[in-house]
Every structure is written in C-alpha cells, then in structure tokens.
C-alpha cells in the first residue's frame, strides 16, 4: 500500500470517534456548545491519525484505519485525565446542567 493510501485511512479512521462525539454534542445542546475550536481539534485529529499511520508501518488499508480510530480517543483520554488531575471537578448550581467550555466541550463528548 502506498504513503498517500495510508495517510488518508489513517485521517478517516481518525475522524470516526468525531462522528460519535458529534453526536453526542447534538443529542445535549444545553450543556455542549458548538464551536470552531471542534472543527480545529478534528482536523489536527484526522491529521495526526494520518501522520501516526504513515509512522507506525501500517500496511493494510484496516491497520491504518485502526490507528487513525485510536488516535483521537487516546489523546482525548490523555488530556482529560491531565486536566482532572489539574483542577477539580466542574460544579454548578443544584438542578442545573453545567455548561461547558468549547475545550470541555470536545473533551467530554464522548
């Protein structure tokens, strides 16, 4: 399989676990807001899936698509446990849904 081939399975399969958290966003508008900063983050997302693919000597069309659905999932993961450990968690008033920031947003969709 060439680079190119491999690149792009790797930016698709990461752009999966987007779909899902685009998802979710839709499905809670009162407490997910829609921003440009989620575009941004899926696009460097597709971008590293792609990149982590052509780095990680993928050679079938489905082991670059693996690489690229894992990619999002674990940074997510990494940067959500990194800011837990920094700040506690997020509260609002009793009975009402927090509204969250675009960065929390994107980070807790899934």
């Known amino acids: 399989m060439n680079s190119s081939a491999v ?8 752009l999966a676990p987007e779909i899902v958290r685009l998802y979710t966003i839709r ?3 009162r407490r997910f807001r829609w921003s440009w900063f ?7 997302f597709s971008g590293l899936g792609g ?8 050679t079938t069309a ?18 959500r ?3 837990e450990m920094a700040a506690s968690e997020l ?3 009793p009975g009402r849904p927090t509204r969250l920031s675009a960065v929390d947003t994107y980070l807790y969709g899934l």
Do not use: R
């Open 7 to 14: 690149v792009l399975w790797g930016m698709l399969g990461a």
């Open 91 to 93: 509260k609002g008033p």
């Open 27 to 29: 499905n809670n508008p």
């Open 51 to 58: 990149a982590l693919a052509l780095a990680l000597p993928a």
């Open 62 to 79: 489905w082991a670059a698509l693996y690489v690229g659905v894992s990619t999002p999932t674990l940074v997510t993961a990494l940067v």
């Open 38 to 44: 989620y575009v941004a983050v899926s696009v460097a």
């Open 81 to 83: 446990k990194g800011k």
